[in-house]
Protein backbone atom coordinates (compact mmCIF):
# COMPACT_ATOMS: atom_id res chain seq x y z
CA UNK A 1 0.00 0.00 0.00
CA UNK A 2 1.12 3.74 -1.15
CA UNK A 3 1.12 6.24 1.73
CA UNK A 4 0.01 9.71 1.04
CA UNK A 5 2.43 12.38 2.49
CA UNK A 6 1.48 14.39 5.21
CA UNK A 7 0.10 17.68 5.42
CA UNK A 8 3.70 19.35 6.25
CA UNK A 9 5.65 17.05 3.85
CA UNK A 10 3.49 18.09 1.21
CA UNK A 11 4.28 21.89 1.98
CA UNK A 12 7.89 21.07 2.10
CA UNK A 13 8.31 19.61 -1.12
CA UNK A 14 6.45 22.65 -2.58
CA UNK A 15 8.61 25.03 -0.85
CA UNK A 16 11.52 23.11 -1.68
CA UNK A 17 10.18 22.88 -5.47
CA UNK A 18 9.52 26.60 -5.43
CA UNK A 19 13.02 26.95 -3.91
CA UNK A 20 14.92 25.36 -6.52
CA UNK A 21 13.13 26.88 -9.20
CA UNK A 22 13.73 30.33 -7.71
CA UNK A 23 16.97 29.01 -8.17
CA UNK A 24 17.81 27.60 -11.46
CA UNK A 25 15.70 31.16 -12.53
CA UNK A 26 18.60 33.17 -10.45
CA UNK A 27 21.69 31.15 -12.31
CA UNK A 28 19.82 31.74 -15.37
CA UNK A 29 21.98 33.84 -17.77
CA UNK A 30 20.90 36.90 -18.79
CA UNK A 31 17.91 36.95 -21.42
CA UNK A 32 17.24 33.48 -21.07
CA UNK A 33 13.61 33.05 -21.60
CA UNK A 34 11.80 31.46 -18.14
CA UNK A 35 8.59 31.54 -19.61
CA UNK A 36 6.03 32.50 -22.05
CA UNK A 37 1.83 32.85 -22.33
CA UNK A 38 0.69 33.22 -25.72
CA UNK A 39 -2.22 35.98 -25.77
CA UNK A 40 -3.81 35.16 -29.53
CA UNK A 41 -3.37 39.02 -30.56
CA UNK A 42 -0.51 41.14 -31.45
CA UNK A 43 0.96 43.19 -28.49
CA UNK A 44 1.80 46.81 -29.72
CA UNK A 45 0.44 48.39 -26.58
CA UNK A 46 2.80 49.21 -23.25
CA UNK A 47 3.03 46.78 -20.40
CA UNK A 48 2.04 47.72 -16.77
CA UNK A 49 3.01 46.09 -13.75
CA UNK A 50 0.78 46.21 -10.29
CA UNK A 51 0.93 44.34 -7.30
CA UNK A 52 1.91 40.89 -8.77
CA UNK A 53 -0.11 41.86 -12.12
CA UNK A 54 0.72 42.84 -15.77
CA UNK A 55 -2.22 45.05 -17.33
CA UNK A 56 -1.98 45.09 -20.93
CA UNK A 57 -4.55 45.09 -23.95
CA UNK A 58 -3.43 43.51 -27.26
CA UNK A 59 -4.68 43.67 -30.93
CA UNK A 60 -7.00 40.93 -30.19
CA UNK A 61 -9.48 43.68 -28.57
CA UNK A 62 -8.68 42.06 -25.06
CA UNK A 63 -7.66 43.65 -22.22
CA UNK A 64 -6.22 41.40 -19.73
CA UNK A 65 -4.67 41.30 -15.38
CA UNK A 66 -2.39 38.62 -15.87
CA UNK A 67 -0.88 37.50 -12.89
CA UNK A 68 2.91 36.93 -12.96
CA UNK A 69 2.85 34.36 -9.75
CA UNK A 70 0.65 31.53 -11.56
CA UNK A 71 0.86 32.65 -15.02
CA UNK A 72 -2.95 32.99 -15.26
CA UNK A 73 -5.03 35.97 -16.71
CA UNK A 74 -6.81 36.80 -13.85
CA UNK A 75 -9.39 38.65 -15.67
CA UNK A 76 -10.37 39.89 -19.35
CA UNK A 77 -12.32 42.89 -21.12
CA UNK A 78 -13.14 42.78 -24.64
CA UNK A 79 -13.53 46.11 -26.26
CA UNK A 80 -14.73 46.61 -29.55
CA UNK A 81 -10.77 47.60 -31.55
CA UNK A 82 -7.54 47.28 -31.01
CA UNK A 83 -5.81 48.22 -28.17
CA UNK A 84 -2.60 49.71 -28.18
CA UNK A 85 -2.96 51.75 -25.58
CA UNK A 86 -1.16 51.66 -22.31
CA UNK A 87 -2.84 51.32 -18.54
CA UNK A 88 -3.09 53.74 -15.68
CA UNK A 89 -4.12 52.75 -12.78
CA UNK A 90 -4.75 55.03 -10.01
CA UNK A 91 -7.07 54.86 -6.79
CA UNK A 92 -7.95 50.83 -7.26
CA UNK A 93 -8.78 51.60 -11.46
CA UNK A 94 -7.29 50.88 -14.52
CA UNK A 95 -7.37 52.86 -17.54
CA UNK A 96 -7.01 52.43 -21.06
CA UNK A 97 -7.99 53.34 -24.39
CA UNK A 98 -9.37 51.29 -27.52
CA UNK A 99 -9.42 52.20 -31.09
CA UNK A 100 -13.21 52.02 -30.73
CA UNK A 101 -13.17 55.38 -29.60
CA UNK A 102 -13.35 55.36 -25.92
CA UNK A 103 -11.40 55.89 -22.86
CA UNK A 104 -11.89 52.71 -20.53
CA UNK A 105 -12.12 52.90 -16.38
CA UNK A 106 -12.02 49.50 -14.94
CA UNK A 107 -12.30 47.94 -11.55
CA UNK A 108 -8.80 46.86 -11.52
CA UNK A 109 -9.32 43.89 -8.88
CA UNK A 110 -12.12 42.61 -10.98
CA UNK A 111 -11.97 44.22 -14.62
CA UNK A 112 -15.36 45.57 -13.95
CA UNK A 113 -16.66 48.60 -16.02
CA UNK A 114 -16.58 51.80 -13.84
CA UNK A 115 -17.27 54.04 -17.07
CA UNK A 116 -16.33 55.13 -20.51
CA UNK A 117 -15.30 58.63 -22.14
CA UNK A 118 -16.00 59.00 -25.90
CA UNK A 119 -12.79 60.25 -27.39
CA UNK A 120 -14.50 61.26 -30.41
CA UNK A 121 -12.82 58.62 -33.19
CA UNK A 122 -15.01 55.48 -33.75
CA UNK A 123 -15.40 56.25 -37.26
CA UNK A 124 -11.57 56.73 -37.50
CA UNK A 125 -9.31 54.72 -38.99
CA UNK A 126 -5.69 53.67 -38.85
CA UNK A 127 -3.11 54.14 -41.76
CA UNK A 128 -1.15 50.66 -40.52
CA UNK A 129 2.39 50.74 -42.19
CA UNK A 130 2.83 48.85 -45.99
CA UNK A 131 5.12 49.28 -48.58
CA UNK A 132 2.46 51.69 -50.80
CA UNK A 133 1.81 55.40 -50.08
CA UNK A 134 0.61 57.44 -47.92
CA UNK A 135 3.46 56.73 -45.98
CA UNK A 136 1.71 58.20 -43.03
CA UNK A 137 1.99 55.32 -40.58
CA UNK A 138 -0.55 55.74 -37.36
CA UNK A 139 0.39 52.32 -35.39
CA UNK A 140 0.26 53.80 -31.51
CA UNK A 141 -1.94 55.21 -29.25
CA UNK A 142 -1.92 57.70 -26.70
CA UNK A 143 -2.06 56.04 -23.24
CA UNK A 144 -3.92 58.13 -20.47
CA UNK A 145 -1.94 59.86 -17.60
CA UNK A 146 -3.04 60.28 -13.71
CA UNK A 147 -2.25 63.16 -12.24
CA UNK A 148 -4.49 64.74 -9.22
CA UNK A 149 -7.97 63.74 -10.09
CA UNK A 150 -7.30 63.80 -13.84
CA UNK A 151 -6.90 61.58 -16.36
CA UNK A 152 -5.05 63.28 -19.63
CA UNK A 153 -4.89 61.76 -23.13
CA UNK A 154 -4.65 62.02 -26.65
CA UNK A 155 -7.26 61.34 -29.09
CA UNK A 156 -7.56 60.17 -33.27
CA UNK A 157 -9.64 62.85 -33.37
CA UNK A 158 -6.82 66.20 -33.35
CA UNK A 159 -7.56 66.68 -29.75
CA UNK A 160 -5.82 66.29 -25.91
CA UNK A 161 -8.51 65.63 -23.36
CA UNK A 162 -8.93 66.26 -19.43
CA UNK A 163 -11.48 63.94 -17.63
CA UNK A 164 -12.65 63.43 -14.26
CA UNK A 165 -10.91 60.21 -13.24
CA UNK A 166 -13.80 59.30 -10.81
CA UNK A 167 -16.84 60.31 -12.94
CA UNK A 168 -15.59 60.51 -16.48
CA UNK A 169 -16.72 63.60 -16.98
CA UNK A 170 -14.83 65.96 -19.39
CA UNK A 171 -13.05 68.86 -18.01
CA UNK A 172 -11.64 70.73 -21.31
CA UNK A 173 -10.63 69.78 -24.93
CA UNK A 174 -7.71 71.45 -26.69
CA UNK A 175 -7.77 70.93 -30.30
CA UNK A 176 -4.44 70.66 -32.55
CA UNK A 177 -4.24 70.08 -36.36
CA UNK A 178 -3.49 66.10 -36.34
CA UNK A 179 -4.06 63.26 -34.47
CA UNK A 180 -2.44 62.60 -31.03
CA UNK A 181 -0.81 59.41 -30.65
CA UNK A 182 1.78 60.93 -28.38
CA UNK A 183 1.76 60.58 -24.52
CA UNK A 184 1.49 63.87 -22.19
CA UNK A 185 3.53 64.49 -19.67
CA UNK A 186 3.13 66.65 -17.03
CA UNK A 187 5.60 69.02 -14.83
CA UNK A 188 4.99 71.71 -12.75
CA UNK A 189 0.81 72.47 -14.00
CA UNK A 190 1.74 72.16 -17.46
CA UNK A 191 1.11 69.15 -20.09
CA UNK A 192 3.26 68.50 -22.95
CA UNK A 193 2.67 66.50 -26.14
CA UNK A 194 2.90 66.19 -29.75
CA UNK A 195 0.74 66.11 -32.69
CA UNK A 196 0.62 64.83 -35.65
CA UNK A 197 0.13 68.19 -37.27
CA UNK A 198 3.78 68.46 -36.49
CA UNK A 199 3.50 70.45 -33.45
CA UNK A 200 4.79 70.18 -29.92
CA UNK A 201 2.52 71.78 -27.84
CA UNK A 202 2.47 72.90 -23.74
CA UNK A 203 -0.59 73.62 -22.19
CA UNK A 204 -2.09 74.00 -18.57
CA UNK A 205 -3.32 71.35 -16.78
CA UNK A 206 -5.83 73.33 -14.67
CA UNK A 207 -7.88 75.03 -18.24
CA UNK A 208 -6.11 73.62 -20.92
CA UNK A 209 -4.83 76.99 -22.40
CA UNK A 210 -2.10 77.25 -24.92
CA UNK A 211 1.57 77.98 -22.84
CA UNK A 212 3.43 77.59 -26.27
CA UNK A 213 3.70 75.31 -29.21
CA UNK A 214 6.71 74.47 -31.44
CA UNK A 215 6.97 73.03 -35.19
CA UNK A 216 9.19 70.35 -35.84
CA UNK A 217 8.33 70.68 -39.47
CA UNK A 218 7.34 66.53 -39.02
CA UNK A 219 4.86 64.59 -37.64
CA UNK A 220 5.32 63.50 -33.94
CA UNK A 221 4.03 60.22 -32.52
CA UNK A 222 5.90 60.08 -29.91
CA UNK A 223 6.14 61.22 -26.61
CA UNK A 224 8.42 62.85 -25.08
CA UNK A 225 11.06 63.50 -22.64
CA UNK A 226 11.93 66.14 -20.12
CA UNK A 227 15.54 66.62 -17.94
CA UNK A 228 16.99 69.75 -17.15
CA UNK A 229 14.89 71.80 -17.76
CA UNK A 230 14.52 71.20 -21.46
CA UNK A 231 11.65 69.02 -23.28
CA UNK A 232 13.35 65.97 -25.46
CA UNK A 233 11.23 65.42 -28.53
CA UNK A 234 11.70 63.18 -31.82
CA UNK A 235 10.22 64.19 -35.46
CA UNK A 236 9.60 62.78 -38.87
CA UNK A 237 11.58 65.78 -40.02
CA UNK A 238 14.41 63.23 -39.33
CA UNK A 239 15.38 65.16 -35.80
CA UNK A 240 15.48 64.88 -32.19
CA UNK A 241 14.90 68.37 -30.55
CA UNK A 242 15.79 69.56 -27.11
CA UNK A 243 13.61 72.53 -26.19
CA UNK A 244 13.33 75.03 -23.45
CA UNK A 245 10.29 73.72 -21.62
CA UNK A 246 9.12 76.88 -20.10
CA UNK A 247 9.58 78.85 -23.26
CA UNK A 248 9.46 76.51 -25.80
CA UNK A 249 12.65 77.69 -27.32
CA UNK A 250 14.76 75.73 -29.52
CA UNK A 251 18.24 74.50 -27.09
CA UNK A 252 19.27 72.05 -30.24
CA UNK A 253 18.58 69.93 -32.90
CA UNK A 254 19.97 66.64 -33.57
CA UNK A 255 19.75 65.56 -37.45
CA UNK A 256 19.82 62.27 -38.66
CA UNK A 257 21.88 62.81 -41.62
CA UNK A 258 20.37 59.65 -43.37
CA UNK A 259 16.65 61.16 -42.76
CA UNK A 260 15.60 59.11 -40.64
CA UNK A 261 12.50 59.14 -39.17
CA UNK A 262 12.42 59.57 -35.09
CA UNK A 263 9.38 57.54 -34.03
CA UNK A 264 10.89 56.67 -31.08
CA UNK A 265 9.92 58.75 -27.66
CA UNK A 266 13.25 59.71 -25.94
CA UNK A 267 13.88 58.82 -22.21
CA UNK A 268 16.23 61.42 -20.35
CA UNK A 269 18.39 59.92 -17.22
CA UNK A 270 21.57 61.49 -16.28
CA UNK A 271 22.34 64.39 -18.72
CA UNK A 272 21.92 61.51 -21.61
CA UNK A 273 18.97 61.01 -23.80
CA UNK A 274 18.16 57.39 -25.17
CA UNK A 275 16.21 57.55 -28.80
CA UNK A 276 15.47 54.72 -30.88
CA UNK A 277 15.33 55.53 -34.69
CA UNK A 278 13.19 53.87 -37.87
CA UNK A 279 15.50 53.47 -41.22
CA UNK A 280 18.67 54.44 -39.13
CA UNK A 281 18.16 51.17 -37.36
CA UNK A 282 19.67 52.31 -34.70
CA UNK A 283 19.46 53.43 -30.82
CA UNK A 284 21.56 56.55 -29.84
CA UNK A 285 22.79 58.06 -26.39
CA UNK A 286 22.57 62.06 -26.30
CA UNK A 287 24.61 64.65 -24.49
CA UNK A 288 21.26 66.54 -23.11
CA UNK A 289 23.06 69.88 -22.94
CA UNK A 290 24.94 69.40 -26.78
CA UNK A 291 23.03 66.95 -28.64
CA UNK A 292 26.37 65.04 -30.01
CA UNK A 293 26.15 61.81 -29.91
CA UNK A 294 27.52 59.52 -27.14
CA UNK A 295 27.20 56.63 -28.62
CA UNK A 296 24.87 54.58 -31.11
CA UNK A 297 23.79 50.67 -31.08
CA UNK A 298 22.87 48.80 -34.42
CA UNK A 299 19.56 47.02 -33.80
CA UNK A 300 19.07 46.27 -37.27
CA UNK A 301 15.43 47.26 -36.97
CA UNK A 302 13.28 49.72 -36.78
CA UNK A 303 13.71 50.63 -33.15
CA UNK A 304 10.25 52.69 -33.03
CA UNK A 305 9.34 51.92 -29.48
CA UNK A 306 10.55 53.75 -26.42
CA UNK A 307 13.72 52.60 -24.49
CA UNK A 308 13.53 51.34 -20.97
CA UNK A 309 16.36 52.09 -18.26
CA UNK A 310 16.88 49.70 -15.09
CA UNK A 311 20.00 48.99 -13.51
CA UNK A 312 22.78 49.96 -16.18
CA UNK A 313 20.69 48.44 -19.05
CA UNK A 314 18.99 50.06 -21.71
CA UNK A 315 15.85 47.80 -23.54
CA UNK A 316 14.71 48.43 -26.68
CA UNK A 317 12.76 46.69 -29.18
CA UNK A 318 13.59 45.90 -33.28
CA UNK A 319 10.91 45.47 -35.72
CA UNK A 320 11.38 43.96 -38.80
CA UNK A 321 9.38 44.05 -42.52
CA UNK A 322 9.14 42.45 -45.64
CA UNK A 323 10.02 43.78 -48.75
CA UNK A 324 12.31 46.67 -47.43
CA UNK A 325 12.85 49.44 -50.10
CA UNK A 326 16.96 49.85 -49.38
CA UNK A 327 18.26 47.11 -51.50
CA UNK A 328 20.64 44.48 -49.85
CA UNK A 329 19.52 45.34 -46.28
CA UNK A 330 17.29 42.62 -44.09
CA UNK A 331 15.66 44.18 -41.33
CA UNK A 332 15.98 42.85 -37.85
CA UNK A 333 13.48 41.71 -35.64
CA UNK A 334 14.35 41.30 -31.74
CA UNK A 335 14.74 42.62 -28.15
CA UNK A 336 18.07 44.31 -27.06
CA UNK A 337 20.10 44.97 -23.66
CA UNK A 338 22.30 47.19 -24.08
CA UNK A 339 25.24 48.64 -22.07
CA UNK A 340 23.94 52.21 -20.73
CA UNK A 341 27.03 53.50 -20.35
CA UNK A 342 29.22 51.91 -23.59
CA UNK A 343 26.36 51.12 -25.76
CA UNK A 344 27.94 47.53 -26.11
CA UNK A 345 25.38 44.49 -26.63
CA UNK A 346 24.83 42.74 -23.40
CA UNK A 347 22.12 40.14 -24.67
CA UNK A 348 19.43 39.94 -27.28
CA UNK A 349 15.79 37.56 -28.03
CA UNK A 350 14.46 37.14 -30.55
CA UNK A 351 10.62 35.88 -30.42
CA UNK A 352 8.39 33.95 -33.35
CA UNK A 353 8.08 35.63 -36.92
CA UNK A 354 4.58 37.03 -37.94
CA UNK A 355 2.93 37.10 -41.60
CA UNK A 356 2.38 40.45 -43.01
CA UNK A 357 4.15 43.37 -44.03
CA UNK A 358 5.72 44.04 -40.96
CA UNK A 359 7.22 40.43 -40.12
CA UNK A 360 7.99 40.64 -36.20
CA UNK A 361 9.60 42.21 -33.03
CA UNK A 362 8.74 43.78 -30.47
CA UNK A 363 7.84 47.76 -30.16
CA UNK A 364 6.23 47.21 -26.73
CA UNK A 365 7.60 48.91 -23.78
CA UNK A 366 8.47 45.79 -21.42
CA UNK A 367 7.81 45.90 -17.22
CA UNK A 368 11.68 45.21 -15.50
CA UNK A 369 10.44 43.68 -11.76
CA UNK A 370 12.19 41.36 -9.54
CA UNK A 371 15.29 40.16 -12.07
CA UNK A 372 12.56 39.47 -14.36
CA UNK A 373 12.03 41.27 -18.15
CA UNK A 374 8.45 40.90 -18.84
CA UNK A 375 8.40 41.65 -23.08
CA UNK A 376 5.14 42.11 -25.60
CA UNK A 377 5.75 40.77 -28.53
CA UNK A 378 4.27 41.02 -31.85
CA UNK A 379 3.96 37.08 -32.47
CA UNK A 380 1.40 37.52 -29.56
CA UNK A 381 3.25 36.07 -26.44
CA UNK A 382 3.99 37.54 -23.12
CA UNK A 383 7.68 36.38 -22.25
CA UNK A 384 9.53 36.39 -19.13
CA UNK A 385 13.31 36.51 -19.72
CA UNK A 386 15.74 36.82 -17.16
CA UNK A 387 17.04 40.24 -16.57
Known sequence: MRLRPSAAATSALMVTGLLTLSFHAAQAQSGTPLWSHEVGGQLWAPLKYDGGSLYFGSDDSLFRAFDVGSQEVRWQFETGGIIR???????????????????????????????RFDLGSSGMTRVLPATDPPYEYDYLHSSPVYHDGTIYIGSADGA???????SGQQRWRFATGGRVRSTPILDGGIVYFGSSDGHVYAVSAAGGDLVWQFDTGGIVQGSPALGAG??????????????????????WKHVNEDGSWVESSPVYSDGVVYVGSSDALQLFALDSETGHTIW???????????????NGVVYI???????????????????FAVDRKTGESLWEFT????????????????AIVDGVVYVGALDGRLYALQE
Not at 160 to 166: G, P, S
Not at 296 to 310: N, V
Not at 352 to 361: A, D, F, K, L, R
Open 85 to 115: SGAEIADGTVFFASDDGFLYALEAKSGAEVW
Open 160 to 166: LYAVAHE
Open 230 to 251: KLFVGSRSAAVFALDASSGEQA
Open 296 to 310: KFRTGGWSWSTPTLA
Open 317 to 335: GGLSASPYYFEGVTLRAGF
Open 351 to 366: PQPVEGYITGGVFSRP
